[in-house]
């Protein structure tokens, strides 16, 4: 297939899947949307693995997929179904603590899950970096080898330094701190997590919800938008001076790691 053929395949499929989020109301059955949606990562996940999109297009394609999750996402709200789920679920990494992915990662595609006390660099960029289950640990992602879109899922009590290039989303973070920047950002379910993100868009906004003691750093003028407190009111999270940055973070030994994190949160 040609680079025409790609594009033309991509905009066709932009249109339909726009006018179905456009045309979304109460009764749209929102499973059916993200399953065309995922369908259409798969396609161009195969396309690219054989050489049939180029790296500029691929970026473009990726960053216009992230969007439609995120306008889905928003779409739903409105109707008071906020649930964001995962429809797949992360495999087990026993490689060694640091960690250097010899191929770029596909959509959706673990990179690293189920680390205990771990201090992990990930030395290869990915079109997706998915961190799973992770405890007690330094996880950190290159200003040179910033990723697309990432997504923290189930990590409690470490730090992470996270360069995206598109959207960062976490779920279910308790005592975690996360320096660094991205497109776009959603916390979910989370307890006890220090942020400073920078946000690199005209939106210039983080959206949290169902989180409680969250801090984020003030010097990022970024809005926080709780989809929790209507009011406005900052109840669940406070805006707080930095308290470290990412060389601190990138350089710390494992064992200094609880009585930093107990320091600020």
């Not at 025409?4 to 059916?32: C, G, M, P, R, Y």
Request: glycine share 4%.
């Amino acid at each position: 297939m040609s680079a025409k053929e790609v594009l033309d395949k991509f905009h066709e499929q932009s249109k339909l899947i726009e006018k179905q989020i456009d045309n979304a109301d109460v009764n749209t059955d929102w499973k059916l949307i993200r399953d065309d949606i995922n369908k259409f990562k798969q396609w161009v996940t195969k396309v690219y693995e054989t050489g049939g999109i180029p790296q500029y297009d691929l970026k473009r394609i990726t960053s216009t997929i992230d969007s439609w999750v995120l306008s889905l996402d928003d779409k739903k709200r409105t109707f008071n179904n906020k649930k964001f789920k995962f429809s797949y679920k992360p495999g087990r990494d026993n490689r060694s603590s640091y960690v250097e992915s010899s191929q770029p990662s596909t959509f959706g595609t673990p990179t690293i899950s189920e680390k205990d006390g771990a201090k992990c660099i990930i030395e290869k960029a990915h079109q997706g970096v998915f961190l799973s289950e992770i405890k007690n640990s330094v996880i950190v992602i290159p200003t040179n080898m910033a990723a697309g879109a990432i997504t923290l899922k189930n990590c409690h009590n470490s730090a992470f330094v996270i360069h995206s290039e598109s959207f960062l989303y976490a779920e279910e973070l308790t005592n975690c701190i996360i320096i660094g920047r991205a497109h776009q950002m959603r916390l979910h379910k989370s307890k006890g997590v220090y942020l400073d993100i920078q946000i690199e868009s005209t939106l210039n906004k983080i959206i949290i919800e169902e989180s409680t003691s969250i801090k984020f750093v003030n010097s990022r003028n970024v809005e926080i938008d709780d989809f929790n407190e209507p009011s406005k009111e900052r109840l669940n999270y406070a805006m707080v001076d930095k308290l470290v940055n990412e060389t601190e973070i990138a350089e710390i030994q494992l064992e200094s790691l609880p009585s930093l994190i107990k320091s600020i949160i």
